[in-house]
């Protein structure tokens, strides 16, 4: 057995594609994944819970440093549910804050990015500075012991990864390196502190945000879904994965030929420092809950899957290069953005009509096999997020991978 928790090194895996190839049923002692309830994509006390115990405290993609050249650079997002400024201060420090003045709540900026030295609100004129800090204050002599020290806006948590910039609602939450875990010394191949941004795209589905998660978790669909593209080249039956603690994964899919190189990207400036293994096969990791980044050597799909509601998704879809110049862009993008659309469309056609059958009286509860185990390790982490006692009972999934995670 090639899928243990101590074969789940890298260097173990060529062995364990080879093993996946050739293996006749699960690895000896996988447990039968009970069913992820139905009820988990429909149910409101579940979807309340969910968001409150987990999408409000996770550490989330917000975009990249290219979106903040200069200091005094700042851009508004909201897909997480609340209107937050991302800003680069004065000191080229990245900082992040509610959309929300201190007086009567209006917003500070009303625009999606911008530039300035500081923030004044539209409605009454409070005045801020870059980190935050109340300044100035209009008809100061009407207020009685207004203390500008207890008036900053609102912090929200900011950290990088590279050139990446995530947020998170939880101030008390675990740093972002060490919440990714094993993961983080995977990444460092990719000089995502280098990584230019070439493009970033959204798009909005009508089905429970889970439904699009679910897609880009396996690739068990490859044979139905993507016939005419990425089936062509790619070995689902020879993928392999990592679990790892707090929900992250990785999975990755080898070429049908080893020698198998994408024509669309000949010629593409590489990232110098990546490794062998993830130059050659299809690799895709995940940070929970809605990142999914797999990572080429001319170049860098991210995505993230937000909810907009129980019924409502948003796909967002950026590339990162090296040595991308946005004036003089290679020649060849625009033709693998395209091709990178239409896969995706591939992956969103059916989810409206998923939805519409989740909430019929034919869906029960998902059967689910060992190659969509990265799915049930998703689901297993939300409950733990959310609280195992919290979790309605008809909602609840069994923990049975914990012997299957890798911790170190």
């Known amino acids: 057995m090639l899928d243990s928790v101590t074969d789940q090194r890298p260097e173990n895996d060529h062995a364990r594609m080879e093993y996946e190839r050739d293996r006749k049923a699960p690895p000896e002692g996988f447990p039968k994944l009970p069913d992820i309830p139905g009820s988990r994509y429909t149910d409101a006390e579940f979807l309340q819970l969910e968001k409150d115990m987990m999408w409000d405290r996770a550490w989330l993609y917000a975009g990249h440093t290219d979106q903040l050249p200069n200091p005094g650079s700042w851009f508004l997002t909201r897909n997480s549910g609340a209107p937050i400024i991302v800003a680069r201060n004065l000191a080229g420090e990245v900082k992040a804050f509610y959309n929300t003045c201190q007086h009567r709540g209006a917003p500070l900026v009303t625009e999606e990015s911008g530039e300035g030295r500081g923030f004044v609100c539209g409605y009454h004129g409070w005045s801020y500075t870059l980190d935050g800090k109340l300044t100035a204050v209009r008809d100061k002599r009407d207020f009685v012991d207004l203390d500008f020290s207890c008036r900053s806006l609102v912090a929200v948590r900011c950290e990088l990864l590279g050139s990446l910039i995530f947020i998170n609602k939880d101030p008390d939450a675990q740093p972002l390196i060490e919440h990714i ?197 998703w689901h297993e982490e939300l409950d733990r997020r959310i609280g195992l006692n919290r979790v309605p009972e008809h909602a609840r999934v069994e923990q049975v991978l914990d012997p299957w995670v890798q911790k170190d």
């Open 181 to 377: 875990g094993p993961m983080a010394a995977q990444l460092e191949q990719y000089q995502l502190d280098k990584l230019r941004l070439v493009d970033s795209r959204s798009y909005e589905v009508d089905c429970n945000v889970k439904v699009l998660l679910d897609a880009f978790l396996e690739v068990y669909h490859l044979k139905s879904i993507h016939i005419d593209t990425v089936d062509r080249f790619l070995d689902h039956r020879a993928m392999i994965v990592s679990l790892w603690p707090n929900g992250h994964s990785r999975m990755a899919t080898p070429n049908r030929r080893p020698d198998w190189v994408d024509p669309g990207t000949v010629g593409m400036p590489e990232i110098p420092t990546i490794g062998e293994f993830p130059a050659k096969n299809n690799v895709s990791y995940q940070i929970y809950p809605n990142f999914v980044m797999p990572p080429a050597p001319t170049g860098i799909p991210i995505l993230q899957f937000w909810p907009l509601g129980p019924r409502r998704s948003r796909v967002v879809s950026s590339w990162l290069a090296p040595d991308h110049d946005p004036e003089n862009p290679h020649p060849l993008w625009p033709t693998r953005l395209n091709n990178w659309e239409r896969i995706l469309y591939e992956d969103l056609q059916y989810a409206p009509q998923i939805q519409e059958s989740l909430e019929s009286p034919g869906f029960k509860g998902m059967p689910l096999n060992y190659q969509e185990r990265r799915i049930y390790h």
